[in-house]
């Protein structure tokens, strides 16, 4: 741990990444109460928040993940988060004008750039924090995005109940404009020896190749299976929580927003725990995922059938608890088993699959309940997630995880 926090390379991508969560909220919140204000509450143009945020993932997450194995990371980080204090500074003006529209477009801003930084920080990684180290690294990050999904909601509804819109959007400038002045402690980052024989290659030529990268590896023709079961299931149940809330638990829609937190707070222990125990976690990781994922099919169908709002809360708790797990373990895999140059293709290739999960799974979510009522809605959700533990245990671990995880101790 305290080697850890001497690698310059992660100190300076987990501040960033403090600084991106604390404009994620902000952002967040103050479009919500905006948009909700400038169109008398229609649902509609709220749902178009939602599309905003996820579309672009589909459209650029290869895109970005294929440009962020050509380009220099430490640039790309650098130059993404300027352009969005720049992207936003436009809006800002934009909204000043009357022209109210134009909020929306800081969430797309936000969904792109992150497209193409997010897989240029994962090649950070690879390069500069050891292996024995990644879970722990992961694991810290996941406590800082929990800590978020905790405190996250109130300071961004208190910075746009208090300063209103303009001043929401100031900050975001402020916020990116830090985080990419942070990046520039990175050290120097080109990249490899083949950059210059890629360069003269296509970026359509890149992205056949990262297909056939992932195509040809086994654990990342499991991984993707998964990631979409995991999408499908989520998409699923995500949309139907309040109405779980209101139907079994007899509470206002209103508190859906404490067993989120709950989550959250599940999240945090999670990622504490994962942080303190990498050695166990590299020992046991063969059956850490099937295993937690046999854990979240079960929950699922507990929290449907649980008339009390102690048990839902409680699975909820665990299930934040099993996702950092989750997320440690299959965050470290895609790290340790991926070349360095495909990294960035690899996670635009696999991302869009679990996307497009949820996004299927969102949209048939209504239709399920009309035809089999939440019973059935969350019972195919657990099929789902039991299926996925399936898949999960198939996993091939290689020789060099192996000795990795064998490595280091807790």
Same mark, same amino acid.
């Given at each position: 741990?305290?080697?850890?926090?001497?690698?310059?390379?992660?100190?300076?991508?987990?501040?960033?990444?403090?600084?991106?969560?604390?404009?994620?909220?902000? &952002?967040?919140?103050?479009?919500?109460?905006?948009?909700?204000?400038?169109?008398?509450?229609?649902?509609?143009?709220?749902?178009?928040?939602?599309?905003? @945020?996820?579309?672009?993932?589909?459209? %650029?997450?290869?895109?970005?993940?294929?440009? +962020?194995?050509?380009?220099?990371?430490? !640039?790309?980080?650098?130059?993404?988060?300027?352009?969005?204090? $720049?992207?936003?500074?436009?809006?800002?003006?934009?909204?000043?004008?009357?022209?109210?529209?134009?909020?929306?477009?800081?969430?797309?801003?936000?969904?792109?750039?992150?497209?193409?930084?997010?897989?240029?920080?994962?090649?950070?990684?690879?390069?500069?924090?050891? @292996? &024995?180290?990644?879970?722990?690294? $992961?694991?810290?990050?996941?406590?800082?995005?929990?800590?978020?999904?905790?405190? *996250?909601?109130?300071?961004?509804?208190?910075?746009?109940? !208090? %300063?209103?819109? @303009?001043?929401?959007?100031?900050?975001?400038?402020?916020?990116?404009?830090?985080?990419?002045?942070?990046?520039?402690?990175?050290?120097?980052?080109?990249?490899?020896?083949?950059? /210059?024989?890629?360069? !003269?290659?296509?970026?359509?030529?890149?992205?056949?190749?990262?297909?056939?990268?992932?195509?040809?590896? &086994?654990?990342? &023709?499991?991984?993707?299976?998964?990631?979409?079961?995991?999408?499908?299931?989520? *998409?699923?149940?995500?949309?139907?929580?309040?109405?779980?809330?209101?139907?079994?638990?007899?509470? @206002?829609?209103?508190?859906?927003?404490? %067993?989120?937190?709950?989550?959250?707070?599940?999240?945090?222990? /999670?990622?504490?725990?994962?942080?303190?125990?990498?050695?166990?976690?590299?020992?046991?990781?063969?059956?850490?995922?099937?295993?937690?994922?046999?854990?979240?099919?079960?929950?699922?169908?507990?929290?449907?059938?649980?008339?009390?709002?102690?048990?839902?809360?409680?699975?909820?708790?665990?299930?934040?608890? +099993?996702?950092?797990?989750?997320?440690?373990?299959?965050?470290?895999?895609?790290?340790?088993?991926?070349?360095?140059?495909?990294?960035? !293709?690899?996670?635009?290739?696999?991302?869009?699959?679990?996307?497009? *999960?949820?996004?299927?799974?969102? +949209?048939?979510?209504?239709?399920?309940?009309?035809?089999?009522?939440?019973?059935? =809605?969350? /019972?195919?959700?657990?099929?789902?997630?039991?299926?996925?533990?399936?898949?999960?245990?198939?996993?091939?671990?290689? =020789?060099?995880?192996?000795?990795? +995880?064998?490595?280091?101790?807790?």
């Amino acid at each position: 741990m305290a080697e850890l926090f001497r690698n310059r390379v992660f100190l300076v991508v987990a501040g960033a990444d403090l600084l991106q969560q604390i404009g994620i909220w902000i &952002r967040n919140m103050a479009l919500l109460y905006y948009i909700m204000e400038q169109t008398n509450n229609d649902p509609a143009a709220v749902a178009l928040l939602t599309v905003f @945020e996820y579309l672009p993932i589909f459209v %650029f997450a290869l895109i970005g993940g294929t440009f +962020a194995d050509r380009w220099n990371p430490k !640039r790309t980080v650098v130059a993404g988060d300027a352009l969005s204090a $720049v992207s936003i500074a436009v809006i800002l003006a934009l909204v000043l004008g009357g022209w109210w529209q134009a909020a929306f477009a800081a969430t797309v801003v936000s969904a792109v750039v992150s497209q193409f930084s997010q897989p240029a920080s994962a090649v950070l990684f690879k390069r500069h924090v050891p @292996e &024995r180290h990644v879970e722990t690294a $992961v694991g810290f990050t996941q406590s800082m995005t929990a800590v978020f999904m905790i405190g *996250g909601p109130p300071v961004g509804t208190f910075v746009y109940t !208090r %300063f209103g819109i @303009e001043w929401s959007l100031s900050a975001l400038i402020a916020v990116f404009a830090a985080a990419s002045v942070v990046q520039l402690l990175l050290p120097s980052t080109p990249r490899t020896q083949d950059g /210059g024989d890629r360069g !003269r290659m296509s970026a359509l030529k890149d992205l056949q190749d990262g297909f056939r990268y992932v195509a040809g590896h &086994r654990t990342l &023709r499991i991984a993707a299976v998964m990631f979409l079961l995991i999408g499908l299931a989520a *998409g699923i149940v995500n949309p139907l929580d309040v109405f779980v809330v209101m139907e079994r638990l007899g509470l @206002e829609k209103e508190a859906v927003q404490w %067993f989120a937190m709950l989550e959250g707070l599940g999240l945090l222990i /999670g990622g504490g725990l994962a942080a303190g125990l990498s050695g166990w976690i590299d020992r046991h990781r063969r059956r850490i995922v099937p295993w937690t994922l046999v854990l979240f099919g079960i929950g699922t169908f507990v929290e449907v059938l649980s008339l009390w709002p102690v048990l839902t809360g409680g699975v909820r708790l665990l299930s934040g608890v +099993a996702l950092t797990f989750l997320q440690v373990v299959l965050g470290a895999l895609m790290i340790m088993e991926v070349e360095e140059a495909y990294v960035g !293709r690899t996670n635009g290739i696999i991302l869009p699959v679990m996307m497009g *999960g949820l996004l299927v799974g969102s +949209a048939s979510a209504g239709l399920l309940v009309r035809q089999a009522t939440l019973f059935g =809605a969350y /019972g195919l959700a657990a099929a789902l997630l039991l299926l996925c533990a399936l898949v999960a245990a198939r996993i091939p671990y290689t =020789a060099k995880a192996a000795s990795a +995880a064998s490595g280091e101790g807790v």
